[in-house]
């Protein structure tokens, strides 16, 4: 079973910018592809990036450019660099390995003015 530990969300205003991160236990971190994922009140969860376990990434369209995912494989910890957040960015945010299915309690972003 995967524990995965988010924080670092909070309220920001339009523009403004936030770092998440995620602690990851209960996995070999570093074999893992991990997401980042966010739903909005009445809207499915979507995915807004990934990193797979060779460092590659995926956005898609609608936060590339805005938003960078990393990871600390000695930490077994991932990010997610928010820059020019827009208040569409407002979502609880999760992060979660694409092998498994557990899911943390997320953490809150919320962007306006």
């Known amino acids: 079973q995967v524990q995965l530990v988010e924080s670092g969300g909070g309220w920001v205003q339009p523009g403004g910018s936030l770092r998440l991160s995620c602690a990851v236990s209960?996995?070999?971190?570093?074999?893992?592809?991990m997401g980042w994922y966010r739903q909005a009140p009445g809207k499915k969860r979507e995915l807004v990036a990934g990193?797979?376990?060779?460092?590659?990434?995926t956005y898609p369209d609608s936060v590339k450019g805005r938003f960078t995912i990393s990871r600390n494989n000695p930490e077994n910890m991932v990010y997610l660099q928010m820059n020019t957040l827009k208040p569409e960015d407002t979502a609880v945010y999760y992060c979660?390995?694409?092998?498994?299915?557990?899911w943390g309690q997320g953490t809150q972003v919320t962007v306006s003015s």
């Open positions: 979660k390995a694409f092998s498994y299915n557990d």
């Open positions: 209960g996995i070999i971190f570093s074999n893992e592809g």
């Open positions: 990193i797979f376990k060779g460092g590659g990434t």
